[in-house]
């Protein structure tokens, strides 16, 4: 089956890191993406990494795959005030007709304090 | 480029009736796809259009019915509307899988 699972919440102090893990089902799976969502408004997409990689760097952000247990997790260093939001994991997969869907986790909420 | 832009930001409509959501998707993207977010959960993929066509459905019931137009904008229709509906309704487009743009959303309330 399909399913996406994330631990709810995590709180950090200003200019700690933040390690936001996610567990995936799907094997198949060929793109992950870390999406953030402030309150009140849309998705925005942080990152994505490929599935044939295990590691990916975008400034303050290190992505980590390990395919085999279908862990992937989102570093957030020298975390700030304002990155305080909701953080959703997401993969993709191949519905009945091949097409691709995304399929999403319940998100955790990041709490930066001061 | 323009983004995602969805219409209206919020809406307010009573059980039993119908609701058209609207969606313009960024410049070249040509897939669009939408998904229902309720207070305190995940998004749930509802739908996905390509070039006009529908090629992927979650779990909805067909109350739930869309459209993407040759300009890639998409409309999201909801009939019968029931109080379980009330929630986020987020449109995204994509040229590919390496990216997904949403928008802000339209915040549903059905009372």
């Known amino acids: 089956g399909e399913d996406v699972e994330q631990s709810l919440f995590l709180s950090v102090r200003e200019g700690d890191s933040s390690v936001i893990n996610c567990t995936y089902t799907d094997s198949s799976s060929t793109y992950l993406y870390w999406y953030k969502q402030e309150p009140g408004a849309g998705l925005q997409l942080l990152t994505y990494?490929?599935?044939n990689m295990d590691m990916k760097q975008d400034q303050r952000l290190t992505v980590l795959l390990n395919k085999k247990d279908k862990h992937l997790s989102l570093r957030i260093a020298d975390t700030q005030t304002g990155d305080s939001a909701i953080y959703f994991c997401?993969?993709?997969?191949?519905?009945?007709?091949?097409?691709?869907?995304?399929?999403w986790g319940l998100g955790t909420s990041l709490a930066v304090n001061p | 480029e323009t983004g995602v832009t969805q219409s209206p930001t919020h809406l307010i409509k009573t059980r039993g009736q119908q609701v058209t959501l609207r969606c313009s998707s960024q410049s070249g993207h040509n897939t669009v796809s939408w998904y229902q977010q309720a207070l305190g959960q995940g998004p749930q993929f509802i739908f996905q259009y390509y070039r006009e066509e529908e090629n992927g459905r979650g779990n909805f019931p067909p109350r739930f019915s869309g459209l993407q137009f040759p300009n890639y904008s998409s409309e999201l229709n909801v009939n019968a509307l029931e109080l379980d509906d009330s929630a986020l309704y987020l449109c995204a487009s994509s040229r590919g899988p390496d990216g997904y743009t949403f928008g802000s959303g339209t915040r549903l309330t059905v009372v």
């Open positions: 990494i490929f599935s």
């Open positions: 997401a993969e993709i997969t191949l519905n009945a007709g091949n097409n691709r869907k995304l399929i």
